[in-house]
């Protein structure tokens, strides 16, 4: 399958039923699996490592984007515009209802970025048993990448996965994985030292292998600092507008979270309130009693049949 996007799967965690459904079958299920993803998809040419490196020499902006399941995987896959879809652990607070990133396992990550990788190509991440979660992750989930979040700490890591052919994508800035060493979601680099230690960072982590780095929550003139002093790609979220490309959680853009909105999300849309209107739009009806319609949404026997049925049950 030819598919667009690059997929990144990012992991917080430590660590078959089978149903055949006949073709002639499957116009009464109400949910109807696809062919396949390409059914849904127009194909492009498949974003790779070396296609987001072009996009930054040519100074084209990287668009990246969360996605945790199929359907929404589709919805990055099927538009153009989206480079990277990243599998973000974003999902333990925004799809499993945790409180942090760091409650989520590496099956669960491994079972939303199969979902993912269904409908497009992926990249993933795990720690210190790194190499072999991330060789797993790979294997089980068909991701394309790691990505890690760390500084110096994890040079050796990133060198390791890189030796044995697993692409690395670093996150520096503000981590949510270690949120609580950073005592919370705070900005980061704001002041000369921490600024200065960021560049080195980034500088270690390019030198070490990785592709690319995301910069999280930083000043905007730090972010343009780093992106100008390393030769990879960097995709901001809260870095300012200079960074390669950008990257925002799917529920943030989209308007479906009802957590706290970070000072560089924008909503591109309000799902949450069409959402709501549909379920209540779906409840009344059936409380009311007009759906479903006798005639529009439901099916019917040959008169001649029900006669016969019913004859037959008063016979007994």
């Not at 600092?225 to 990257?247: L, S």
């Amino acid at each position: 399958m030819n598919t667009p996007s690059f997929i990144l799967a990012n992991s917080a965690g430590p660590s078959r039923c089978r149903v055949a459904v006949l073709r002639s079958q499957r116009r009464w299920m109400s949910v109807r699996p696809k062919e396949a993803a390409a059914d849904v998809v127009k194909t492009r040419e498949k974003v790779t490592i070396q296609t987001l490196q072009k996009l930054r020499e040519s100074n084209v902006p990287i668009s990246m984007l969360t996605a945790y399941d199929y359907p929404t995987a589709l919805s990055c896959s099927a538009n153009p515009s989206i480079d990277v879809t990243l599998v973000g652990d974003s999902l333990a607070q925004v799809c499993l209802g945790y409180k942090s990133t760091t409650q989520l396992t590496l099956d669960q990550m491994i079972h939303h970025a199969s979902a993912v990788a269904r409908g497009q190509p992926i990249l993933s991440y795990s720690p210190d048993d790194a190499v072999r979660n991330a060789v797993r992750m790979v294997q089980e989930s068909q991701v394309e990448a790691v990505k890690l979040e760390g500084g110096e700490e994890i040079v050796h890591l990133v060198r390791r996965l890189t030796s044995i052919g697993i692409p690395v994508m670093a996150h520096i800035g503000l981590m949510p994985q270690r949120h609580v060493a950073l005592s919370g979601y705070k900005v980061q680099g704001k002041n000369v030292a921490c600024a200065k230690e960021l560049v080195r960072t980034a500088s270690l982590l390019e030198e070490a292998g990785a592709f690319a780095m995301v910069v999280e929550a930083v000043p905007k003139e730090l972010g343009r600092y780093i992106t100008e002093h390393v030769r990879i790609p960097t995709i901001g979220i809260g870095a300012g507008p200079w960074t390669n490309g950008q990257v925002l959680v799917w529920d943030d853009a989209m308007g479906t979270w009802n957590g706290h909105k970070a000072k560089f999300v924008r909503r591109f849309a309000n799902l949450q309130a069409a959402r709501e209107q549909g379920v209540q739009g779906y409840a009344d009806a059936v409380k009311d009693g007009s759906f479903p319609d006798p005639v529009r949404e439901s099916y019917t026997i040959q008169q001649a049949e029900w006669t016969r049925f019913l004859e037959e049950m008063e016979r007994k």
